[in-house]
């Protein structure tokens, strides 16, 4: 009696839908790759007297990096240059990032200008911004 009627299974129809979207997404950006854009890697804390940056600059030069700072916002800027080497090989798989970078940390509290350590060390810079003292708190005397 019930040859006629055909059972119906929602998560393989599901699978079915997705597979042809990610058929149709593939076909749609295989033209046009998309650009990869270099942005360094930060870690940001804070210690009882400084705050300290982190960045991740791996095949950056020392002398091709711009730190400084601006509108209580920390900088860091740069550029990553492409290695230039005469290959008679094929190249099968390119997937590092080459080019100029920038990154702005908005810094949690003031820091003091004088006294900012940088140091770069095997691709990792590191600055130290001792924080600023003043206290924006005032206990008020009810006359």
Known sequence: MRRGLLVWRPFEELERIRREFDR???EFFKEE???RVFAPA???YETDGEVVVKAELPGVK???IEVFIRDNNL???GEKKEEKEEKTETVHRVERV???FERVVGLPTDVKLEGIKAEFKDGV???RLPKEKTSK???IEIA
């Open 24 to 26: 149709l997404m593939e």
């Open 33 to 35: 790759p998309a650009e």
């Open 42 to 44: 930060l870690d940001v």
């Open 62 to 64: 020392k002398e091709d």
């Open 75 to 77: 900088i860091i800027r």
């Open 98 to 100: 080459y080019g100029k």
């Open 125 to 127: 810079l590191e600055v």
């Open 137 to 139: 708190e005032k206990k």
